[in-house]
């Protein structure tokens, strides 16, 4: 086990807390939750605003669809050498009710996935640099 230090993958697009949180923004007008932050305009057409809150998302939900990555991601991802496939799923967040696509955690297949099933949101390592261990989020199946 390595001495280094936890970091995100990406800055600012989740917390490191030991129950995480996926970083968003709402518009402070509509209403209207994004992720990855917003911070230029809401996308929601019948809004013109341009004043947002970060807020910290749902770091529960249930699938809404899921499937595999079969192939290597390209750069800036670093994927696992040799790769390995996995499993990504498109996840309703249980307040904001929005869909945030994620990975799945290690040793978890489609074949172990269902639509409708309660995930969440945890950190698992990416991969190890120089100087730290790249974290990242990813969805993890709640035993019921």
């Known amino acids: ?25 709402r ?8 992720f990855p932050r917003n911070h230029d305009y809401c996308r929601n057409p019948a809004c013109d605003s341009t004043d947002f809150d970060e807020v910290e998302l749902s770091r529960t939900g249930h699938i809404w669809s899921y499937t595999n990555a ?3 991601p390209p750069e800036p991802y670093v994927a696992a050498d040799p790769f390995e496939p996995y499993a990504i799923a498109a996840v309703q967040l249980e307040q904001e009710q929005m869909v945030v696509l994620g990975q799945v955690i290690e040793g978890v297949s489609c074949e172990d996935l269902k639509v409708g099933m309660p995930v969440e949101l945890v950190l698992e390592q990416l991969h190890e640099t120089d100087d730290d261990i790249k974290m990242t989020w990813k969805w993890k199946p709640v035993a019921r």
């Open 1 to 25: 086990m390595s001495n280094k230090p936890l970091a995100p993958a990406i800055d600012g697009w989740h917390t490191m807390a030991v129950k995480p949180h996926l970083i968003g923004t």
């Open 70 to 72: 079969c192939y290597k």
């Open 27 to 34: 518009c402070q007008a509509c209403g209207t939750y994004f």
